[in-house]
């Protein structure tokens, strides 16, 4: 029996994989969790503490949700890096777009699950002024994309199960809500992702028709939220399997975005949907700095034609329960200065810019189109070339 990642590996190795290959050194960053809540703030923070929740353990109990001056500190850091071209570095920006509604939920007596989507703001007492005229504006300076992550991170039934059934698992959800905390992942992983049960009797992604009706309401909301349709989806926790990737793409999304486990090509698939595939975590608020590992990474991508496209985690850019944002930026800043000097004809692309070179072998750039030859194949039988500087 094939394990999730065998079967993962086996799709996204077809042989009508369709890969794809560049000229010239691409950098792409990518990062998930935008939008989504986590322990509100100190007040929160010192009332899971009093109901006897030890914070501290993980990095991810500190995790809450970005400020404004969170976003604004970044997109001026990403203002200051600029390619070839003349264009800043640009974060695709997975969001989440809805979070608990905490008052709804605790007035059905924790009977039953609500959302409260982002466009209609933040739940309970979440206060963040000028956070989404923070992302607004940073997608206007052209150094944010936004990109579809989900509705919830978590997967509903596995919580509606625990909802239903006595116990710790009943008990820890009700602590966490009522101080107005979703979850905690590192300490409750019963929780799943989205598409994927994780538990038995119903283990394994969700039906493809719930799947469905998950996909369209969360691209229905980011329209709501954003005034435009997403064309780049990551699922949570990479967790996407063929119903997920046949309602993206119904619902118009043309990249989706894989995490991390080789330095993979970019791949076009059977249905017209390019596949990026991360090659290096930036992590710094789990991880120390090694600029030289990063860098590393970042050559073996461009010996090969292949994009180097970071990971880096919103909660590398909170500040309000810990200063992550501090070093991260450093880090980030220090890796962008050091790509730059070493390859000065480098580009900085977002999903949907790749997604233009492998169809047309150009992108709009700051000054006007960008071209790239770019080279189609396997690497093994030879290659096509689609689009030459």
């Not at 190795?13 to 369709?18: A, F, G």
């Not at 991260?328 to 480098?346: C, Q, T």
């Amino acid at each position: 029996m094939l394990t999730l990642v065998d079967r993962l590996r086996r799709w996204r190795t077809k042989p009508t994989d369709r890969a794809f290959r560049f000229s010239r050194p691409l950098v792409l960053l990518q990062s998930d969790d935008w939008g989504r809540v986590g322990v509100r703030d100190r007040e929160g923070y010192e009332q899971l503490r009093a109901n006897g929740i030890h914070l501290g353990e993980n990095p991810y109990d500190y995790y809450s949700l970005e400020t404004a001056e969170d976003v604004m500190a970044l997109r001026d850091m990403l203002k200051r890096h600029r390619d070839a071209t003349g264009r800043p570095a640009c974060l695709v920006m997975n969001f989440l777009l809805a979070n608990l509604d905490f008052q709804k939920t605790t007035e059905t007596g924790f009977q039953s699950i609500h959302l409260l989507p982002l466009s209609q703001g933040l739940p309970g007492a979440w206060k963040r002024p000028g956070l989404f005229e923070a992302y607004r504006q940073g997608i206007s300076d052209d150094v944010f994309y936004p990109a579809l992550h989900g509705l919830t991170h978590f997967c509903r039934p596995a919580v509606e199960r625990a909802l239903t059934a006595p116990g710790d698992r009943n008990n820890l959800l009700h602590t966490l809500w009522k101080a107005e905390t979703p979850y905690i992942y590192w300490r409750m992983p019963w929780i799943g992702y989205e598409y994927c049960n994780p538990e038995k009797p119903q283990a394994g992604f969700l039906e493809a028709e719930i799947q469905g009706n998950l996909i369209a309401e969360a691209a229905r909301e980011f329209q709501r939220f954003f005034s435009t349709v997403p064309l780049s989806a990551c699922a949570p926790g990479y967790r996407a399997n063929d119903d997920t990737r046949r309602a993206w793409s119904q619902c118009g999304i043309r990249v989706a975005q894989n995490g991390s486990g080789g330095a993979l090509p970019p791949h076009m698939d059977d249905r017209g949907m390019l596949n990026l595939h991360r090659t290096i975590d930036v992590e710094p608020f789990e991880r120390g700095l090694s600029l030289e590992k990063y860098m590393q990474l970042a050559e073996r991508c461009f010996e090969r034609g292949i994009p180097a496209i970071v990971s880096i985690h919103s909660i590398n850019f909170h500040s309000s329960l810990k200063d992550f944002r501090g070093p991260a930026l450093r880090v980030l800043d220090e890796f962008l200065g050091a790509l730059e000097a070493k390859h000065p004809n480098l580009l900085y692309v977002h999903d949907t810019d790749v997604y233009e070179l492998v169809s047309r072998g150009k992108f709009k750039g700051p000054r006007g189109p960008v071209s790239v030859e770019v080279k189609q194949g396997d690497g093994k039988s030879g290659s096509t070339m689609l689009g030459a500087r």
